[in-house]
């Protein structure tokens, strides 16, 4: 029998069948009850039902999962696969083939292989575009499908079919995966001068060393300013957070308070032998920006040593305790919240209808309005309100036609076979017409006003392209900021 179940049924068995009313804890003999209940409904169906019940999918997809649910969307069971998992990722070791790819609706296309990896010495290339993988057509998969299908390929060896440009017949690769470190700082370079930039895609137990890395490559205190862009970062290791926050804060000042129903209340602070930097700093987010992302903007932001830009984050301020049950699972529960150094909630009110919370976790705070150290006014009630709100500008129909046509790939592709760039390379005029004809071909043929008022922006997206093929993709990413506004916006703030 599923050992789960048994030992639920032994708990049963082992309620007392009457009690001295006086003995009777009524919280105990509540929960006494249910698990009769759970038990009975259990046996029930394995006996009767028309079909037979698979009992691990009834407790670890149905009675467990269902109540959790009832508690916040962020409380979780791990069946044995999910928790390894879990154990992998905190690692921050993952399975992969070494390939950067651009996915556009129905089609996949190799942006940069990295070197020693599976995808170069199989022999892929920039430019290459993968038409199946064990089998799947990419064409016939919308958007949403294609990262799963690439998720599930770099656990298992893998079957290739691709197209090269260039190249008439197909090419077939086989590529098997292999462990592979993540950094969690991806890019550091320069965007103005003496100003540098770092982008910090999630915190783990080696973050804070990578950003203190990164500084140091950029030119540490000498340094006039910094950008942190923690856009689209989930978060990760709470001490990761507060390990990156010392690196800029003063010591003793507090970075996060934690309080929970049975947490005792602690507080971090910045250890007293820390010797932060002094330059000028501005840090980035969205609405993807949660955690242990907002731990550290929040920190900032409150003791005036940062400015935020961007849109409001994500607000997930919930601590997260995970808790290793029998068969290798785990549950991963609500505990605590978090808290910023001027008393904030980073926790988003969850919906109390939804969710039978107590008040303190469904209304996190009872004010709205709290100081940082200079006195400036900021907003709680969940996430990180920036203190200058950035749009990214709104898309139009040419430039979706032209990522959803991946043009600006093909073109960098074709262009790169017969001509060679540097890094002091810029577009042409030339080769803006080059490009022009080249969409002609293709049967897009924007207006003249419409090519005008988007020339600056296909002029970027070009370089970008170029520069993803010929030198790698961090250094399409440092031409790509120059035409991204909350850079730009973060630049201007520095000075």
């Known amino acids: 029998m599923f050992r789960l179940t048994l030992s639920l049924l032994v708990c049963a068995s082992m309620l007392p069948a009457q009690a001295n009313p006086a003995q009777v804890n009524p919280a105990q003999d509540d929960l006494d009850k249910q698990l009769r209940s759970i038990i009975g409904a259990y046996s029930i169906a394995a006996a009767n039902a028309a079909d037979p019940v698979n009992a691990e999918q009834a407790f670890y997809s149905g009675a467990i999962p269902a109540m959790l649910r009832k508690l916040d969307p962020h ?14 990722m905190e690692s921050s070791t993952a399975k992969g083939f ?31 575009e993968i038409l199946a993988i064990n089998g799947y057509v ?20 893998a ?42 895609t999630s915190f783990d137990e080696k973050t804070a060393q990578q950003v203190k890395a990164a500084i140091e490559k950029l030119g540490g205190d000498r340094l006039a300013g910094l950008v942190i862009d923690l856009r689209n970062n989930p978060g990760g290791v709470l001490t990761a957070a507060t390990q990156t926050a010392s690196l800029f804060l003063q010591p003793g000042m507090k970075i996060v308070t934690v309080r929970g129903r049975h947490v005792p209340e602690t507080t971090e602070a910045v250890p007293s032998i820390a010797t932060p930097y002094g330059f000028k700093l501005a840090v980035l987010m969205n609405e993807k920006s949660a955690s242990a992302s907002e731990i550290l903007s929040g ?29 290798n699972t785990g549950l991963a529960l609500t505990t605590a919240l978090y808290y910023t150094p001027s008393g904030r909630s980073i926790q988003k009110p969850l919906d109390a209808a939804r969710f039978e919370l107590g008040g303190a976790t469904a209304h996190p705070n009872k004010q709205s309005e709290f100081r940082t150290d200079k006195g400036r006014i900021v907003t709680g009630g969940g996430g990180i309100q920036p203190d200058i709100v950035v749009y990214l500008p709104a898309t139009n129909r040419l430039r979706m036609v032209l990522d959803a046509s991946a043009s600006f790939t093909n073109f960098a592709t074709d262009y790169l076979r017969t001509h060679k760039i540097d890094a002091d390379f810029e577009v042409p005029g030339e080769l803006l017409d080059q490009f022009r004809v ?21 002029t970027n997206r070009l370089k970008t392209e170029l520069f993803n093929q010929a030198f790698g993709v961090e250094k399409g990413d440092e031409v790509e900021a120059q035409r991204d506004p909350v850079i730009l916006k973060a630049l201007e703030i520095i000075g």
């Open 159 to 200: 079957r290739l079919d691709v197209r090269r440009p260039g190249v008439p017949s197909l090419m077939h690769f086989t590529l098997t995966p292999e462990e592979m470190q993540s950094p969690s700082v991806d890019r550091a370079f320069f965007i103005g001068a003496g100003v540098g930039y770092i982008r910090v």
């Open 438 to 458: 080249f969409l002609t071909e293709r049967e897009i043929r924007p207006g003249l006003a419409e090519w005008l008022g988007e020339r600056e922006f296909v």
């Open 75 to 88: 409380s979780v069971f791990f069946d044995p696969g999910q928790f390894d998992q879990l154990k992998r």
């Open 98 to 128: 070494g390939s950067v790819v651009s996915i556009l609706p129905g089609r996949v296309i190799v942006l940069q292989t990295l070197e020693g990896t599976p995808s170069q010495k199989a022999g892929l290339a920039p430019g290459d």
């Open 138 to 157: 990419i064409a016939t998969l919308d958007i949403e499908q294609l990262p799963q299908l690439l998720e599930q390929s770099r656990q298992q060896q």
């Open 299 to 327: 920190a900032l932001q409150d003791h005036d040593r940062a400015t935020i830009l961007g849109v409001p984050s994500f607000g997930k301020g919930l601590v997260q305790s995970v808790f290793p049950l029998t068969q």
